[in-house]
């Protein structure tokens, strides 16, 4: 009851907290222009990246307003392979504040990577809803309908796909938490000083779950000992005074985004996946919200039908926790 009452809790705030920006339930892109140098972001992008003090001006028009923005490139595998790499904004906490954007002043933007892999962009963006609707302890993601403008009239204008993921000031405002601060190496994060049983056990076994069920292999969670360091990547972790909470991201290599669900090398937990009672409570909640997932995919109207039908009946083979260990072993 106690587990049950605290996530009441928290949904409740998450509907009276969040950023009004990822608040939409109509599932219609919002439509911005983004304006600034593409031949820069495109040919000079490691420059301009979120590991450097290099900025690129540009300006964000969301309905008739216009902010001034500041611009990254951001990513590593994605950086090095897209065509057209993922992106950092950055706003003027005082221009947003009584705006859509409120919260939200350094936004990623998961962009189109290469044309012919739009349609990976609208399966990413899927696995972020799917996740939102199992847990708010979740990045939420908002689909954008998208130009963009060249600041020199040099480069051709693109008119795409794209979705913004909700920023870390976001996530503490609506969940009244505090991301973790870690030391970064490449894209692994390392947190110093932390106790074995620090990370709420209920949530770490949701998300090892959720992993296992878009088949993820892009994701890691260890402890060190002696030392009390937690190291992690593609997971942020937020937290309260008395424990944390991961938050997966980067979903783009995920099997049911790239639909290889057959070449799938299961890393986490294998031995005691249907022994542990722990991951059995996780998995179970994740088979009791099947409807929500197959109303996701019937709302959805990016999305292949081929592939639509494809996912449906991955997830229509998972009818209890011995199935799902079938499934993915």
Known sequence: MKLASLLVLLISIQHTEASPLFEES??????????????????????????????????????????????QTRGHNRLARCQFPPLRVHFDKSEIKNSLLKHNHNLKVVTHCEEEELDHLFREYLVYKLYNSITPYSFQVRLLRIQYFDIDQEQDAIETYAFLIESTNSVEKRLNLDELESDQDFNMKTYAGISEDWINISQLKLQDAFQHLIRNNDWVIFYTQPTSTLSSANIKFFHNEREGFPFPYDFDLAGIVTWNTEDYQYRYGNE????????????????????????LLEQDSLLGEAYKRDLASYLDKIESVDSFCSEIN
């Open 26 to 71: 109509s599932g219609q892109p919002l439509v911005v222009v983004i304006k600034t140098d593409l031949h820069k972001i495109r040919n000079e992008r490691s420059d301009y990246h979120t590991s450097s003090n290099n900025y690129l001006d540009g300006s964000f028009q969301l309905g008739a307003t216009m902010f001034d923005i500041k611009l």
């Open 272 to 295: 005691d996946l249907c022994e542990n009672v722990e991951m059995i409570e996780a998995l179970t909640r994740i088979m009791n919200h099947k409807d929500g997932y197959f109303q």
